[in-house]
């Protein structure tokens, strides 16, 4: 009987334990790797968003206030593009889970949107860059 009831005790003790050892890495792996990703793949969203919402802003006729935003906005979203990425653990691996674009993809990113910055309100190349941009980052458009 008192065998049995130890067996019992270790058994249940071990259960705890495991299930104590699942929770703990489950949380690990969602607060550092899954959210991390979904970061990204969110301010990926966002830079698809600005690229659309401000399309009209690379015209010299543009409302100064609108042309100052849309500048801010884009240099905000390079930037973010860079720290999202940085903090994804194993990225080279992690992207090719997730589907990420490259680290490459990531830079050539990151200075077109930083060039975009750079010329709103001038006559310049705005679409070739933003189509750089929907290359580099797969972007979806529905026209396509």
Same mark, same amino acid.
């Given at each position: !009987?008192?065998?049995?009831? !130890?067996?019992?005790?270790?058994? %249940? #003790? @071990?259960?705890?334990?495991?299930?104590?050892?699942? #929770?703990?890495?489950?949380?690990?792996?969602?607060?550092?790797? $899954?959210?991390?990703?979904?970061? +990204?793949?969110?301010?990926?969203?966002?830079? +698809?968003?600005?690229?659309? @919402? @401000?399309?009209?802003?690379?015209?010299? !006729?543009?409302?100064?206030?609108? +042309?100052? %935003?849309?500048? &801010?906005?884009?240099?905000?979203?390079?930037?973010? $593009?860079?720290?999202?990425?940085?903090?994804?653990?194993?990225? &080279? #691996?992690?992207?090719?889970?997730?589907?990420?674009?490259?680290?490459?993809?990531?830079?050539?990113?990151?200075?077109? $949107?930083?060039?975009?910055?750079?010329?709103?309100?001038?006559?310049?190349?705005? @679409?070739?860059? !933003?189509?750089?941009?929907?290359?580099? $980052?797969?972007?979806?458009?529905?026209?396509?």
């Amino acid at each position: !009987m008192y065998n049995r009831v !130890m067996s019992d005790s270790i058994t %249940a #003790f @071990y259960t705890v334990v495991s299930g104590y050892l699942v #929770f703990v890495l489950g949380q690990i792996t969602i607060n550092f790797w $899954l959210n991390p990703v979904k970061r +990204q793949k969110e301010t990926i969203g966002e830079i +698809q968003d600005a690229t659309i @919402y @401000y399309a009209n802003v690379f015209s010299p !006729m543009m409302n100064k206030t609108t +042309q100052d %935003a849309a500048s &801010k906005r884009f240099r905000q979203l390079a930037t973010q $593009l860079v720290s999202t990425t940085r903090i994804i653990p194993f990225y &080279k #691996f992690s992207r090719l889970i997730f589907g990420l674009p490259s680290i490459k993809s990531i830079g050539s990113a990151h200075h077109s $949107l930083v060039g975009l910055s750079n010329s709103v309100g001038k006559d310049g190349d705005s @679409y070739e860059t !933003m189509e750089s941009i929907k290359k580099e $980052l797969n972007l979806l458009f529905l026209n396509e």
